[in-house]
């Protein structure tokens, strides 16, 4: 199916934003248009809180990390006082990236000229600069960007005027409070390339429907779609989520074993797992004795990287047989993220196809569908939500 002219002409959309049960899939187009792609950078990447892994990243004072994220490079770091920063890495010179990699430092030297600029962002030292008519130290810092965190994770925000984390968030932090996200560790980062489309990925993420075919060799063996339910919970915040009921953990394989539940755990959240999607497109998936997180970072309408990121209570890296039992669960994920990208590898070459047409929804995907109108909420300029 070609891509149209206006492509953001909402009649392309009116049947995605249909009722579940009477609704088409996306128009093939927005998984490979370039225009498309930047539409999403501007409206929805550049505005909202973006996921950026954990606060382990930059534990201590003077710690630094040059991160990009759609095109746009900043340094999260950590100042004198402890408090994490992010600024936009782009020298207020003649705009060079200052940061480079990561490390533990006391100021940023931009390596062109040499601009020195402190952990919180000022300019502190210049050469030769004091023939510049007018210019002033304090008036050419480092741009600041928003930066957040909640249960261990660090969110960015590039929009100045943006809600806070904890309002896009909503009743999300309540509902994983036991949990006790902030307690646990990441053990584990772990980088895959995807030759597919950042909502392909999310999409499947957020549905069953696939788990009998894609993962019936592994998750399929113990939380099957039939004996499990993946039932969407209720959610006041910007994410969707389901809640599943099983027995054992959901990040295991069939017989290997693990770790005691997360004591902490109350209510269902001991007999199951809630895996909530926080918008535009960070999975975590918080089961019985571990969590764990997908990070997306979109590199392209058809190329995106993935960052898988596995936390345990910290209390279990005391035990002897910590790595031989997390071993058993890095298996598993690596094992079923391999299998999802590959089914979404082969959906991008599908879809690129002129004779790829929108499709139909099946009951086991209504997030599909919430995910898609949630972006074309954001994307359109005037949204024709049929559902009201
Ligand atoms: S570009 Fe940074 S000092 Fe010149
Ligand atoms: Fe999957």
Redesign the pocket.
């Known amino acids: 199916m070609n891509e149209p002219i206006n492509l953001f002409d909402p009649k392309h959309f009116e049947a995605v934003r249909r009722p579940l049960d009477e609704a088409e899939t996306m128009p093939p187009w927005v998984y490979t248009s370039d225009e498309f792609y930047r539409r999403e950078v501007d409206r929805i990447f550049m505005k909202v809180w973006n996921f950026m892994g954990h606060v382990d990243q930059v534990p201590n004072p003077g710690d630094y990390v040059a991160l990009e994220f759609v095109g746009v490079p900043f340094i999260l770091c950590r100042d004198e006082n402890g408090k994490l920063r992010a600024f936009a890495n782009t020298?207020r010179?003649?705009?060079?990236k200052?940061a480079i990699g990561s490390g533990n430092t006391k100021e940023f030297m931009?390596p062109?000229?040499?601009?020195c600029y402190g952990l919180n962002g000022a300019l502190t030292a210049t050469v030769d600069m004091n023939d510049t008519k007018g210019f002033k130290h304090e008036d050419y810092g480092l741009r600041p960007i928003k930066v957040d965190t909640w249960g261990g994770f660090v969110f960015v925000n590039f929009d100045p005027d943006c809600e806070s984390l904890q309002s896009y968030l909503g009743d999300l932090p309540d509902n994983l409070a036991s949990h006790r996200l902030e307690d646990m560790a990441n053990t584990r980062v772990a980088e895959f390339e995807l030759n597919h489309n950042w909502k392909l990925f999310v999409e499947n993420a957020k549905e069953s429907y696939h788990i009998a075919v894609v993962h019936r060799d592994t998750i399929d063996q113990v939380v099957s779609v039939h004996s499990a339910d993946y039932a969407v919970s209720d959610s006041a915040g910007q994410y969707c989520t389901t809640f599943c009921t099983h027995d054992g953990s959901m990040a295991l394989l069939k017989t290997d074993p693990g770790f005691p539940a997360i004591e902490s755990l109350e209510g269902r959240y001991r007999k199951g797992t809630y895996a909530p999607m926080i918008y535009p497109m960070t999975y975590l998936a918080c089961t019985v004795d571990t969590a764990w997180f997908l990070q997306l970072l979109p590199m392209g309408p058809s190329r995106t990287k993935l960052i898988h990121g596995a936390c345990f209570p910290k209390s279990r890296l005391e035990r002897p047989d910590f790595e031989e039992l997390a071993a058993n669960y890095y298996k598993r994920w690596d094992r079923t993220i391999m299998e999802d990208i590959v089914a979404g590898d082969h959906q991008q070459a599908g879809i690129a196809s002129p004779f790829a047409l929108p499709g139909r929804l099946c009951f086991r995907e209504p997030l599909v569908h919430e995910i898609d109108n949630w972006i074309l909420d954001r994307v359109l300029d005037e949204p024709t939500n049929a559902n009201g």
């Open positions: 020298c010179h003649r705009g060079s200052v931009c062109y000229h040499g601009w």
